[in-house]
C-alpha cells in the first residue's frame, strides 16, 4: 500500500494558496533519506554522494542535498553553472559528460570540478582545449551483458557511454604522461535497479579493475565511482532497496579486493539521481474532465510536459486519488493528460476508486526524472515546484512557466 508523503489535511492547507496542478517535494524524506546514504558508507572516509542534477535540477533541492554532504554530478554546461550558484565547488562537483562540447570542459576545468571522461578519445580533446587536471576518472564499459546471479540486469554492449577495458589502461597512461596524478574509475551499468546486490557486483567488478589497472600502469587511484542506478519501488508490490545492506555489501567487496591490494585508502563516490529524489516529490493534479466511450477516461490539468515517463518508457507511476484512500479501487480508467498526443496517459486501464471532477490527484514518485524531464509541446507551461519544508510550512521554489516564458526565445518580425 503506497501512501503519499503528504496528508489530506496538509494537502487541502495547501491548495488553499497553490492552485493544482504543482510539483511538490518532502524536504524531511530528502534529508533523512541523504542521511540514511550516508550512513550506510560511513566505512569509508571519503565516501560523497554526488547527487546526480538532471534527475532534479531545482536550485533550492540542491542546496539541502549540499548541505547533507552530497556534491552534484553534471553532465551539462546548465548543470555546470546550477551547481554553481548554489555555492558548490570545486570537488564538490563531478562533470560525467558523454559526446561533451568543448566550452562544457572548459567550464568544469575553470571550476575545479573532477572530469569523468566518457572515452579515451577524449584524452586528447580536453588536452588540445583546456589541458589535463591532476585528478581525473575514466568512464568504463564492460560490455556484453550484465548479470547479477544469472539474471540480466542490462546490455553495456549496447550502451554508448564509457570505455573498453585496453582503452581505459591506454588512456590511464596517456593521462599520466600528461601530468595527471589522482586516477578514479566510473561505470554505470544498469538502471532503476531493484536489488541489494547492484552496488556491491558493479563495486567488485570496478574493484578488480582498479586492480589490474593500478597493476599495469602504476596509476595512483584515489577513488571509485559506482554512479547512479539504485532504484525505488515505483509499484506497490516491489520490495525497497535496503541502502544499510547495500553499504556493507561494497564494504566486503572493499575487504576482499582492495584492501589485500594495498588499496584501503580508494574513496567511494556514488551519483545517485533516482534513488535519492524519486519518492520525495509527487506531481499534484485535479481531475477536470470525465469522458465515456470505449473505455473510461479521467482528464487531468497536467499532462506529460510536466512527467513523461508514463509516455517514454510505459512508467507506472502510482497515483491515489485523495480522500478515498480506504475506497476500494473498483473502476479502470486511462488517466490521462491534455496533449494531442495518445500515449499521454498517467495510468491505462487503472483500477482505482471512483473519481469525479474535481477530485485531486497525487501522482507518486515524480521526484526524480519527473519535471526534469519536462517539456513544451503544444506550448503546455510546466507547473511551479513546492517544498514541504520539515516544519510544515510550504515554499515555492520554482514558478510555473508563464505564457511569456514560452514566447519569449520567438522572434516575432
Ligand atoms: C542519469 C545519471 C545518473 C543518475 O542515475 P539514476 O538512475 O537517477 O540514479 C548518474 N550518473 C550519470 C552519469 C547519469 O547519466
Redesign the pocket.
Known amino acids: 500500500m503506497k501512501k503519499p508523503f503528504v496528508t489530506k489535511a496538509q494537502l487541502d492547507e495547501i491548495l488553499k494558496t497553490y492552485p493544482t496542478p504543482f510539483h511538490l517535494y518532502d524536504e524531511k524524506g530528502i534529508r533523512e533519506n541523504a542521511r540514511r546514504l550516508n550512513k550506510a558508507f560511513a566505512w569509508n572516509p571519503g565516501f560523497r554522494e554526488y547527487f546526480?542534477v538532471?534527475?532534479t535540477p531545482t536550485p533550492a533541492i540542491l542546496k539541502i542535498l549540499h548541505e547533507e554532504g552530497c556534491g552534484a554530478?553534471c553532465?551539462s554546461l546548465s548543470e555546470l553553472v546550477m551547481s554553481e550558484r548554489c555555492g558548490i565547488r570545486g570537488e564538490e562537483i563531478m562533470f560525467?559528460?558523454?559526446a561533451t562540447p568543448p566550452e562544457e570542459f572548459v567550464k568544469a576545468k575553470e571550476l575545479g570540478a573532477i572530469i569523468?571522461l566518457d572515452d579515451y578519445t577524449h584524452v586528447k580533446f580536453l588536452k588540445d582545449i583546456c589541458g589535463i587536471p591532476e585528478k581525473i576518472c575514466c568512464?568504463y564499459n564492460p560490455g556484453g551483458q550484465f548479470a547479477i546471479a544469472n539474471q540480466i540486469m542490462d546490455n553495456p554492449q549496447d550502451a554508448k557511454?564509457g570505455m573498453t577495458k585496453d582503452q581505459m589502461i591506454q588512456a590511464y597512461r596517456e593521462l599520466m604522461e600528461l601530468g595527471a596524478k589522482q586516477f578514479g574509475i566510473?561505470a554505470?551499468l544498469a538502471?532503476?535497479t531493484i536489488s541489494n546486490d547492484y552496488y556491491p557486483t558493479l563495486a567488485a567488478i570496478l574493484f578488480e579493475l582498479a586492480v589490474e589497472l593500478r597493476d599495469k600502469t602504476g596509476a595512483h587511484i584515489t577513488f571509485i565511482n559506482l554512479?547512479?542506478?539504485?532504484?525505488v519501488p515505483y509499484t506497490p508490490d516491489q520490495p525497497e532497496n535496503d541502502i544499510a545492506v547495500i553499504g556493507e555489501g561494497v564494504r566486503q567487496a572493499y575487504e576482499r579486493i582492495l584492501v589485500p591490494a594495498g588499496m584501503g585508502d580508494v574513496a567511494i563516490y556514488s551519483?545517485?539521481?533516482?534513488?535519492?529524489l524519486?519518492p520525495y516529490g509527487c506531481l499534484v493534479s485535479t481531475a477536470i474532465h470525465e469522458k465515456h466511450i470505449y473505455k473510461e477516461y479521467i482528464g487531468l490539468d497536467t499532462c506529460a510536459c510536466d512527467l513523461m515517463r508514463p509516455a517514454m518508457y510505459g512508467a507506472y507511476h502510482h497515483i491515489t486519488v485523495l480522500g478515498t484512500e480506504d475506497a476500494p479501487c473498483d473502476h479502470v480508467y486511462d488517466v490521462t493528460g491534455s496533449l494531442c498526443e495518445n500515449n499521454d496517459k498517467f495510468a491505462i486501464d487503472r483500477a482505482l476508486p471512483k473519481i469525479d471532477v474535481g477530485d485531486v490527484l497525487v501522482i507518486h514518485d515524480t521526484g526524480?526524472?519527473g519535471r526534469a524531464m519536462g517539456y513544451n509541446y503544444n506550448g503546455k507551461l510546466r507547473s511551479a515546484e513546492l517544498l514541504l519544508r520539515e516544519d510544515g510550512s510550504v515554499k515555492m521554489i520554482r514558478r510555473g512557466e508563464t505564457l511569456e516564458d514560452y514566447f519569449a526565445t520567438a522572434l516575432w518580425d
Open positions: 546526480a538532471k534527475a554530478d553532465s560525467s559528460s558523454n569523468n568512464r557511454y566510473h554505470f538502471s532503476n554512479s547512479g542506478g539504485i532504484g551519483e545517485l539521481g533516482r534513488y535519492m524519486a526524480a526524472h
